[in-house]
C-alpha cells in the first residue's frame, strides 16, 4: 500500500517480510533518492496519513505515530491489538475520514459461517482506537473502499481481484423460511441470522465466477469536482 505526506514523502507497506519504506526527494528533481525503513512489523499492510499522523495495521493491530520533520515516525503506539484472525484474508485496509478510522476486516474463508460477527465487515473507531462499532457486514474482503463524490458516504466497489488472477468465486447463500422477517432498518448480519433462527427450512448456494481482464478499464470513477 502507498501513501504520501503533504511535503511529498512517499511511504510504501511491504507486507511480506513486514515493512514501511519511506522514500524522500531531497533535491527537489522528482526522483526519490532516498529510501530507509522506519517501521518493522509481522504482516503490516494497510497505512493513512492524516495531517502529521500515520496509521498502520496488521492483521490483529491498529499503531499511530507522529511524523517527524525528517519523515521519520516517533513512538509507534498501539491503539488496536484485538482484530479478528484473517484465515484466507491477512491484508487490513484503513483509512481517516470525519476524525474516525475506516477498518477492513475480511473474511476467514470464501464461503463459511463467521464465529467472530467482526469478519467480513467494515469497522469504524475512534482515533484513539476506542469506540469500535461495524459499519457495514457480510463483505467477503474489502481491500478497496471510497466515499460517494456528491454524498460523502463511504461504500464498496465491489469485486476487484487482481488483473490476470484466474477467476475467483463469490458465494452467496440463499434461505427459504416459514415465516416473513420484521427487522428495523439498519440491521447487520447477525441479527438476520438470529431472526432465522428455527424458520429455515431449506437452504442452497449460488456461486459466481469474476475475473478482470488484463485489459479491462476500471468502471469506477471518481468524478471531478464542480466546474472542472
Not at 495495521?57 to 511524523?67: G, K, L, N
Not at 484472525?85 to 474516525?100: C, M, Y
Request: charge should be neutral.
Amino acid at each position: 500500500m502507498i501513501a504520501v505526506a503533504q511535503d511529498g514523502t512517499v511511504y510504501v507497506t511491504q507486507r511480506m517480510p513486514g515493512a514501511l519504506i519511506m522514500f524522500k526527494d531531497t533535491n527537489g528533481d522528482g526522483v526519490a533518492d532516498a529510501q530507509k525503513v522506519v517501521v518493522e512489523k509481522k504482516l503490516l499492510h494497510g497505512l493513512a496519513i492524516d495531517g502529521s499522523k500515520m496509521y498502520l495495521i496488521s492483521v490483529r493491530e491498529v499503531y499511530s505515530a507522529d511524523i517527524r520533520p525528517d519523515g521519520m515516525l516517533g513512538e509507534l503506539r498501539t491503539i488496536i491489538n484485538d482484530l479478528p484472525d484473517s484465515g484466507q484474508h491477512p491484508n487490513r485496509t484503513i483509512a481517516v475520514r470525519g476524525g474516525k478510522l475506516c477498518i477492513s476486516v475480511g473474511s476467514t474463508c470464501n464461503a463459511c459461517d463467521e464465529s467472530n460477527p467482526e469478519n467480513a465487515t467494515m469497522l469504524v473507531a475512534d482515533l484513539n482506537g476506542q469506540n469500535r462499532r461495524i459499519y457495514a457486514s457480510g463483505l467477503r474482503n474489502t481491500i478497496g473502499f471510497g466515499w460517494h463524490p456528491v454524498s460523502g458516504k463511504i461504500g464498496y466497489f465491489g469485486p476487484r481481484p487482481p488483473r490476470e488472477d484466474p477467476p475467483h468465486s463469490y458465494h452467496f447463500q440463499v434461505f427459504a423460511l416459514d415465516t416473513t422477517l420484521n427487522l428495523p432498518s439498519g440491521y447487520n448480519r447477525q441479527a438476520l441470522l438470529d431472526a432465522m433462527k428455527g424458520h429455515v427450512i431449506a437452504k442452497g448456494e449460488i456461486v459466481g465466477m469474476y475475473q478482470r481482464r488484463p485489459d479491462e478499464r476500471d468502471k469506477q470513477q471518481v468524478l471531478p469536482p464542480k466546474g472542472q
